[in-house]
């Protein structure tokens, strides 16, 4: 499996370097991310690239008490919003045709993944944050209606090395035509 290694040893990581991003990576970021798979194509992302250090801190502020990411948040080069727009993930003409209502999370995973692996490869860390107070999040970064923020994506040049967290094994939890033999 070519790329195998990107995948096993991908870290979140939560302390950077104080050193910018290139364009040319930061380009290759979001690019990864405008090419993962959607919901019938429709592309429901929206990305807001933060690099201003005032809205970055000020985001900071919004995580949960004692979240991880908080320094992460505040101190990387650069903070991916990953904002999506429901009404356009999951729904055939305007009707919704999966069994869950928020398929656009679905998607939104699938951008976040494609990042935070390119990220990686380009020697670069991140973090995907979910626990923040959202609606404050989404007006200090003018989130238009029709569109939710749902994850933060700190990136930039790790300043830590985590080691592998311990994982299922395979037996664990993968099931052959069935879930079980019952």
């Known amino acids: 499996m070519q790329n195998k290694s990107n995948i096993l040893e991908r870290r979140s990581i939560r302390r950077f370097l104080d050193k910018e991003i290139e364009q040319e990576k930061l380009d290759a970021i979001l690019e990864a991310g405008r090419w993962a798979p959607s919901w019938g194509n429709l592309q429901c992302c929206e990305l807001v690239v933060v690099q201003d250090a ?34 356009k993930s999951g729904y055939y003409k305007g009707k919704q045709v999966t069994r869950y209502e928020h398929w656009f999370l679905y998607d939104l995973g699938l951008v976040s993944q494609n990042i935070s692996l390119m990220a990686h490869e380009l020697g670069l860390g991140s ?46 939890f993968v099931h052959y035509n069935t879930f079980s033999d019952e």
Do not use: Q, W
Not at 64 to 74: D, V
Not at 132 to 153: M, N, Q, T, W, Y
């Open 127 to 172: 973090v995907i944050i979910g626990s923040f107070d959202h609606e404050k999040a989404e007006k200090l970064l003018r989130v238009p209606d029709g569109c939710e923020l749902v994850s933060l994506i700190p990136v930039g040049y790790p300043d830590m090395a985590p080691k592998p967290p311990k994982r299922k094994t395979l037996e664990e």
């Open 54 to 87: 005032e809205l970055k801190k000020s985001l900071s502020e919004l995580l949960s008490p004692k979240n991880p990411g908080t320094p992460a948040t505040a101190g990387a080069p650069i903070v991916v919003a990953v904002c999506g727009r429901p009404d």
